[in-house]
């Protein structure tokens, strides 16, 4: 149990300023909200809270609209005042929730879809690699130059529903004749939650390399063999976001993210300028990424 007044480093006060500006920019952006669901659940969840009376107790699970608030606004401040364009993105949030780690059904998701592709651009532009969200939903997800983004939130990881991924990114790349770099968000599929993994940091750890031991193969076959048949995509980058429960920290919201650069040695069309472009985008989510040559 937690009690009100505790949680110093995030006030009533800043609670309320990021609500205010999250309920900003979705007036400003055109967007209606939906009642129960998605950004209306979150908005109404942080309200509940700030109503919570000072020295009353409440579960962990109170704090976690908190958590997603804090990163979203944050997010949604960076592209705001690097003049991008999000409404499309920001409109899509209406359905879902912001249950990570808990699967949900295949037309109630789109909360975590476009928080990850809202989080990518983002975490793009405040590491200066200057994309734009396209304010469609026809076509790939980021764009950044003569590279296209696609972003895909599974919430099964197989080889299968990979390679349909990856191969319908590469025929849509040949399309437009452009390269690309493909992002996965593994929190779904990977199931990381504080009820999964238990409440202590070493156990947390320990159990959490475990499942991404599990989820090895797949990722090993996707990026020995089903890659090379993607010529037009010179990278992967996954990021997991996830609620992290300590006795020391308490609640947090993580995001851990790794990249693969994928050199295309062979592919003659393939200017030296395109790989760095493409290194670019992949550098922010690992700054030394594995390296696959095909």
Same mark, same amino acid.
């Given at each position: 149990?937690?009690?009100?007044?505790?949680?110093?480093?995030?006030?009533?006060?800043?609670?309320?300023?990021?609500?205010d500006?999250?309920?900003?920019?979705?007036?400003?952006?055109?967007?209606?909200?939906?009642?129960?669901?998605g950004?209306?659940?979150?908005?109404?969840e942080?309200?509940?809270?700030?109503?919570i009376?000072?020295?009353?107790?409440?579960?962990?699970?109170?704090?976690?609209?908190l958590?997603?608030?804090?990163?979203?606004?944050?997010?949604?401040?960076?592209?705001w005042m690097?003049?991008k364009?999000y409404?499309?993105?920001l409109g899509?949030?209406?359905?879902?929730?912001?249950?990570?780690?808990?699967k949900? @059904?295949?037309?109630? $998701?789109?909360? &975590?879809?476009?928080? %990850?592709?809202?989080? =990518?651009?983002? *975490? /793009?532009?405040?590491?200066n690699v200057?994309v734009?969200l396209?304010?469609?939903t026809?076509g790939?997800d980021?764009?950044?130059?003569?590279?296209e983004?696609?972003c895909?939130?599974?919430?099964?990881?197989?080889?299968?529903?990979?390679?349909?991924?990856?191969?319908?990114?590469q @025929?849509s790349l040949v $399309?437009?004749? &452009?390269?690309?770099? %493909?992002?996965?968000? =593994?929190d779904? *599929? /990977?199931?990381?939650?504080?009820e999964?993994?238990?409440?202590d940091?070493k156990?947390?750890l320990?159990?959490?390399?475990?499942t991404?031991?599990?989820?090895?193969?797949?990722?090993?076959h996707?990026?020995?063999?089903?890659?090379?048949?993607?010529?037009?995509?010179?990278g992967?980058?996954?990021?997991?976001?996830h609620?992290?429960?300590?006795?020391?920290?308490?609640?947090?919201?993580?995001?851990?993210?790794?990249?693969?650069?994928?050199?295309?040695?062979?592919?003659?069309?393939v200017?030296e300028s395109m790989?760095?472009?493409?290194?670019?985008?992949l550098?922010p989510?690992?700054?030394?990424p594995?390296?696959?040559?095909?």
């Amino acid at each position: 149990m937690f009690q009100k007044g505790q949680l110093t480093g995030y006030s009533n006060v800043l609670i309320q300023a990021d609500l205010d500006f999250l309920k900003y920019q979705i007036k400003n952006q055109g967007v209606k909200l939906i009642a129960g669901t998605g950004l209306h659940k979150l908005i109404s969840e942080c309200e509940h809270f700030l109503a919570i009376p000072s020295g009353e107790e409440f579960t962990y699970d109170v704090l976690k609209p908190l958590l997603v608030l804090y990163s979203l606004s944050d997010t949604v401040r960076t592209l705001w005042m690097k003049g991008k364009k999000y409404a499309t993105q920001l409109g899509a949030m209406n359905s879902g929730d912001f249950s990570y780690g808990v699967k949900g @059904s295949s037309h109630d $998701k789109y909360f &975590k879809d476009f928080e %990850f592709e809202l989080f =990518s651009a983002a *975490f /793009l532009v405040e590491n200066n690699v200057d994309v734009e969200l396209p304010q469609h939903t026809e076509g790939n997800d980021i764009m950044f130059g003569q590279l296209e983004i696609q972003c895909k939130h599974p919430e099964v990881l197989s080889r299968d529903n990979m390679d349909d991924y990856l191969r319908a990114f590469q @025929s849509s790349l040949v $399309k437009s004749n &452009k390269y690309g770099v %493909f992002g996965v968000g =593994s929190d779904d *599929f /990977l199931g990381f939650t504080p009820e999964q993994f238990g409440f202590d940091d070493k156990l947390i750890l320990a159990n959490y390399q475990r499942t991404l031991q599990v989820e090895d193969d797949v990722l090993r076959h996707i990026f020995d063999d089903v890659l090379r048949f993607c010529p037009r995509v010179l990278g992967v980058y996954i990021l997991n976001t996830h609620f992290l429960f300590s006795e020391k920290m308490g609640l947090t919201l993580s995001k851990t993210s790794n990249a693969v650069f994928c050199l295309r040695p062979n592919a003659k069309e393939v200017p030296e300028s395109m790989h760095r472009e493409a290194y670019k985008i992949l550098y922010p989510f690992n700054s030394k990424p594995a390296i696959r040559s095909y």
